[in-house]
T-cell receptor, first 117, second 116 residues
Framework: AQSVTQLDSHVSVSEGTPVLLRCNYS??????LFWYVQHPNKGLQLLLKYTSAATLVKGINGFEAEFKKSETSFHLTKPSAHMSDAAEYFCVVSDSTLSGGYNKLIFGAGTRLAVHP | GAVVSQHPSWVICKSGTSVKIECRSLDFQATTMFWYRQFPKQSLMLMATSNEGSKATYEQGVEKDKFLINHASLTLSTLTVTSAHPEDSSFYIC????????????FGPGTRLTVT
């Protein structure tokens, strides 16, 4: 079964500095991996997704993530943080096992990103 | 494209009453819809998966008689919390998939339920 571990529950950065949110996954299959962002009391917005194409995935708002099979990692990065990036970020893996034929999403515990002026 | 809406966005109800939450795919037909629950400062937990015209598949530990899911059409799914109690207070989020083979889900904005 698939699982995902977000290594940091909280990350704090200064505006203009790089962001690194770490995610490791466990999968018996070729996984599909996603990063979602959730602002307070809002729904989830897809930042980017990896589905077995290019290992370096570029997403919205300057975020990108690199799929590293040897390390089973899918870390999210951004070169320069903005105040508006402060939110909760979820690393997600798709469970491709046949559970009634439906591909379920398995969510990590989340990383809260704080951005300071 | 791929917009999912939920109604209401927040609801307060008294203990013992039932409340219905709607999830609609606005610009696509949703072959499958999902219902998640999120407690404060926690991750999303899948409650159930439903396909149009068939019974929902509930995750282990989720009471199917308490959380009634109806997926009556390709654009509408409803979650009814029956005989709500304060511990049912949570953020309920739905998502939808437009193709059976797709891994991607499109999420609604969520419904905050408070049971007093």
């Amino acid at each position: 079964a698939q699982s995902v571990t977000q290594l940091d529950s909280h990350v704090s950065v200064s505006e203009g500095t790089p962001v690194l949110l770490r995610c490791n996954y466990s999968s018996s299959y070729s996984p599909s991996l996603f990063w979602y962002v959730q602002h307070p009391n809002k729904g989830l917005q897809l930042l980017l997704k990896y589905t077995s194409a290019a290992t370096l995935v570029k997403g919205i708002n300057g975020f990108e993530a690199e799929f590293k099979k040897s390390e089973t990692s899918f870390h999210l990065t951004k070169p320069s943080a903005h105040m508006s990036d402060a939110a909760e970020y979820f690393c997600v893996v798709s469970d491709s096992t046949l559970s009634g034929g439906y591909n379920k999403l398995i969510f990590g515990a989340g990383t809260r990103l704080a951005v300071h002026p | 494209g791929a917009v999912v809406s939920q109604h209401p966005s927040w609801v307060i109800c008294k203990s013992g009453t039932s409340v219905k939450i709607e999830c609609r795919s606005l610009d696509f037909q949703a072959t499958t819809m999902f219902w998640y629950r999120q407690f404060p400062k926690q991750s999303l937990m899948l409650m159930a998966t439903s396909n149009e015209g068939s019974k929902a598949t509930y995750e282990q530990g989720v009471e199917k008689d308490k959380f009634l899911i109806n997926h009556a059409s390709l654009t509408l799914s409803t979650l009814t919390v029956t005989s709500a109690h304060p511990e049912d207070s949570s953020f309920y989020i739905c998502s939808a998939r437009d193709r059976p083979s797709s891994y991607e889900q499109y999420f609604g904005p969520g419904t905050r339920l408070t049971v007093t």
